[in-house]
């Protein structure tokens, strides 16, 4: 089993990268993981929002497998407290075992097709970050519910 986040444009922020891999570097420590960056689109100018979404939808799609688990960071998905959010990402590991893929869409959101291919929907917080920050938050996150899991001292009540 591997956890894959797969993100619309890269990381273009020096101090994200850093934050990205020094949780990437702990997470190795728990579980297969790696970030896929699937390239913002060009020449956009001429599109609505919608024709966007529909373009970064298809893909987001083309980069997941059938068989993974898919679970979509949006602002409308189940709020966790890090201490809650361990605990569902256990069950969901060891219940399923399938492939996770987290994924963080673009600036307008996510098509349809993407919503109706997901399993599941998680909000970071009711506040809104850039996606950029997105990233590195979720990483830390991850890493800090492998603690939880774990009983590791990382994490404190």
Not at 30 to 49: G, Q
Not at 62 to 90: C, F, N, Q, T
Not at 95 to 109: C, E, L
Not at 120 to 143: A, D, I, N, P, W
Request: glycine share 8%.
């Amino acid at each position: 089993m591997k956890i894959t986040l797969l993100t619309v444009g890269k990381t273009d922020i020096p101090w994200v990268r850093e934050g990205m891999e020094i949780y990437n570097s702990r997470l190795r420590h728990y579980i297969a993981f790696s970030v896929t960056e699937i390239p913002a689109l060009k020449n956009v100018s001429s599109l609505d929002r919608e024709q966007i979404k529909t373009r970064e939808g298809e893909l987001i799609l083309k980069s997941i497998k059938p068989s993974d688990d898919v679970i979509l960071l949006d602002e409308h998905g189940k709020e966790y407290s890090s201490v809650e959010w361990a605990r569902a990402l256990e069950r969901r590991i060891s219940g399923s075992g399938r492939d996770m893929v987290f994924v963080i869409g673009g600036a307008y959101g996510f098509s349809r097709q993407v919503y109706d291919r997901c399993n599941g929907m998680v909000s970071l917080s009711k506040m809104t970050f850039s996606h950029q920050m997105v990233r590195v938050v979720f990483t830390e996150q991850l890493y800090r519910a492998f603690t939880i899991i774990r009983g590791e001292p990382y994490h404190h009540e």
